[in-house]
């Protein structure tokens, strides 16, 4: 995809790990109008540009609490969608730790711990409410979404090893 403005949006650089509003928690969405469905459309492209499964308002620097998404679950379905004004309401069932990553530490990926089961209620563009229920890969990518709202990032649920080597390529950057 071209960068730029095409017919569904406008493509946003990603903030990158260090940006501050990556790590302030985003306000509630007040205003449901043009704007923030043009908002939700740069989103998109902005995450399809980026090859991402997910994206955050703190991410193309709106510290807004709204993500967009597109990924598989565990029965290889596919999930498309945003939610503005989200709350994980569950995240439960068993802990798997894969490997994750993130657009705002770009080519960096770490087995991660997340639970098997997610489930998001917010509204959508319009104002009309939502839930969003996810497992395996899905469930991570909302719990993944969600924590960046509240601004953190996914190296912050990492421990041991696994965070020490996690500085070390951050630091290395």
């Known amino acids: 995809m071209a960068k730029g403005r095409n017919d569904r949006g406008t493509v946003r650089p990603i903030r990158q790990l ?13 205003t449901f109008d043009a704007s923030l469905e043009r908002l939700v459309e740069d989103m998109f492209v902005s ?20 993500f967009t998404y597109d990924c598989k679950d565990d029965a290889g379905r596919r999930h498309v969608g945003h939610v503005v004004n989200p709350t994980l309401v569950a995240a439960d069932g068993d802990t798997l730790v894969e490997p994750e990553g993130c657009l705002s530490l770009k080519g960096m990926n770490f087995p991660t711990p997340r639970y098997s089961h997610a ?55």
């Open 18 to 30: 260090g940006d501050p509003v990556l790590r302030t928690a985003c306000d509630p969405v007040r």
């Open 119 to 173: 489930v998001v209620e917010g509204v959508d563009v319009k104002g009309t409410p939502v839930r969003v229920e996810g497992t395996g890969y899905f469930a991570r990518c909302l719990q993944h979404e969600c924590a960046h709202l509240d601004g953190g990032v996914y190296i912050d649920v990492l421990d041991g090893d696994t965070r020490r080597a996690a500085m070390r390529a951050i630091r290395a950057r």
């Open 47 to 66: 995450m399809y540009e980026a090859e991402g499964a997910g994206l955050a308002g703190n991410q193309i620097g709106v510290p807004l609490r709204l």
